[in-house]
Structures are given as C-alpha cells and as structure tokens.
C-alpha cells in the first residue's frame, strides 16, 4: 500500500529552522516527483516545493525561497524539507505528496498525499 509519512514538524521560534521528513513506501519512489505543500487556518492549500525523480531539479514558491531548500534521498526513500529563518506565516500543516511524473509542477495535481505535520512559528 503507498504511504507517505510526515514528519519533524514542531514548535519554533521566529528566526528558528525546522527539517521536515517525508518518508515513502509501497511504490516505486524513484519514478515519483515529490511536492511539499502547506495549508494554513482558514488559507488553500499551497504548494511551496517540489523536486524531481532525480533531485536534480526543483522548484520554490517566491515566500520560501532562500529560506527553504528540498532535497531527495532515494536510497532512504525520503524527502527533506529544511526550512530556515522561519516567519510567524509560515504556520500551516505541511503536507508531502507523489505524483508519477519526472518533473514537478506546485499544484495540486499529486495522487498521494500524506497525513501532514503541524508547524508552528510563534514567540
């Protein structure tokens, strides 16, 4: 069964990092682009960063850029999310999810998606 895991998500003060985890299992991840995407209370869903099957390509929404950076260890069959100089905005839940394709897009067009991990920013 495919699973996506979520995790490393907390609480942090502003200014503070965080490393999120995705960890995958039940299908071919290395035929898979990966996205990380984050809801906040009463916001849609955005998509903030994506890799491709190979890592060698990504992509960042203009408020995590710099801050943020993605990257993809196949061998573990995990995603990493660091996240830097983290901002009271960027509470929200955080969400991984696969889609078959080599490259990434950030929209919502991913088949799976995991259970998300909280974070939050707060002094």
């Known amino acids: 069964q495919l699973q996506l895991v979520e995790s490393g998500g907390g609480l942090v003060q502003p200014g503070g990092s965080l490393r999120l985890s995705c960890v995958a299992s039940?299908?071919?991840?290395?035929?898979?682009?990966i996205g990380w995407f984050r809801q906040a209370p009463g916001k849609e869903r955005e998509g903030i960063s994506c890799?491709?099957?190979?890592?060698?390509?990504?992509m960042y929404t203009d408020s995590v850029k710099g801050r943020f950076t993605i990257s993809r260890d196949n061998a573990k069959n995990t995603v990493y999310l660091q996240m830097n100089s983290l901002k009271p905005e960027d509470t929200a839940i955080y969400y991984c999810?696969?889609?078959?394709?080599?490259?990434?897009?950030?929209?919502?067009?991913?088949?799976?998606w995991g259970q998300g991990t909280q974070v939050t920013v707060s002094s």
């Open positions: 999810a696969a889609v078959r394709w080599r490259l990434c897009v950030l929209m919502p067009v991913y088949n799976y």
């Open positions: 890799i491709s099957t190979s890592g060698g390509s990504a």
């Open positions: 039940g299908f071919e991840y290395d035929n898979y682009a």
